[in-house]
């Protein structure tokens, strides 16, 4: 049974920093892309960064050279490290499972698996 829980999200002001954990279980190893969504409110989930089984990693536009997304495999565990935080970047954030691909898609459709959610603001 797969299960993502993600936490660290919290309140920070414009140009701070967050990290944000995923702890993931029951996941295929080293086959797999998992990623990091958002929503803020009145509009729709988007994709902000993604990584795979060999550890490539990509990122939205909007966020390249101020986030990282990593994963501790001893720990199951997926980051997010949010630098330089803008007050567009205040959101729900999701971390995503695809399943059991290398190939990373970014239509959020094509990640079977979600965490709860955890939420981050931004002040200006």
């Known amino acids: 049974q797969v299960q993502l829980v993600e936490s660290g999200g919290g309140s920070v002001q414009s140009g701070g920093s967050l990290r944000l954990s995923c702890t993931i279980s029951g996941y295929r190893y080293g086959v797999y892309c998992m990623a990091w969504f958002r929503q803020a409110p009145g509009k729709e989930r988007e994709g902000v960064a993604y990584?795979?089984?060999?550890?490539?990693?990509t990122y939205a536009d909007p966020v390249k050279g101020r986030f990282t997304i990593s994963q501790d495999i001893a720990k199951n565990t997926l980051y997010l490290q949010m630098n330089r935080l803008k007050p567009e970047d205040a959101a729900m954030y999701y971390c995503a499972y695809n399943g059991g691909s290398n190939y990373c898609s970014r239509p959020e459709s094509d990640f079977g698996y979600w965490g709860q959610g955890t939420q981050v603001t931004v002040s200006s």
């Open positions: 990584i795979n089984g060999y550890g490539v990693a």
